[in-house]
């Protein structure tokens, strides 16, 4: 009974797989290379793309020869070469990210320390006005008093000074 189930799920299966098969490695790559050689940085990764691109010469070559075996592989060599130039890519977008990031950080200590210098200098100058206003009023204290102002006698009408008409 086994015998006959096989071969029908065995046909379904066979059947199904295009649908569900992967992108071959040759596409895969040319994508890749596509999308990197749309990168404003692609002269960094131009040693591994001229790579890739060869090996993929190289696999459509294989191929066109009858060769399936070397060609297969050779488009998975192709394959690696494109996506470690996509690796090396992201690994020197993130180098540059850390540097200006270091960047940042070393501008904001300098403000932090100029801030910090200026904090330090009013600091020093309020202790030297309070010492300034407790001598002041250590000196105002240890002063007599001054006698408060006499009031100057005024005439009839209240006002101080010389009469409208009188002699000056």
Do not use: C, Y
């Amino acid at each position: 009974m086994r015998a006959r189930v096989v071969p029908p799920l065995l046909a379904a299966f066979l059947l199904a797989a295009p649908a569900f098969a992967q992108v071959p490695e040759g596409a895969r790559t040319e994508q890749i290379l596509a999308e990197l050689a749309s990168s404003p940085r692609v002269a960094v990764v131009a040693g591994e793309l001229g790579k890739s691109s060869e090996a993929l010469e190289r696999a459509r070559g294989a191929r066109a020869s009858g060769d399936g075996r070397h060609g297969q592989l050779l488009e998975k060599l192709a394959l690696l070469w494109a996506e470690t130039a996509r690796e090396v890519l992201a690994a020197v977008e993130a180098e540059e990210k850390a540097q200006l990031a270091q960047k940042k950080v070393a501008e904001d200590r300098e403000q932090i320390e100029r801030e910090r210098a200026l904090l330090e200098e009013n600091i020093a100058r309020r202790s030297r006005a309070q010492i300034e206003l407790k001598k002041a009023k250590e000196e105002a204290a240890s002063r007599p008093a001054d006698p408060p102002p006499k009031e100057k006698k005024t005439g009839k009408q209240g006002k101080a000074g010389p009469k409208k008409g009188g002699k000056k």
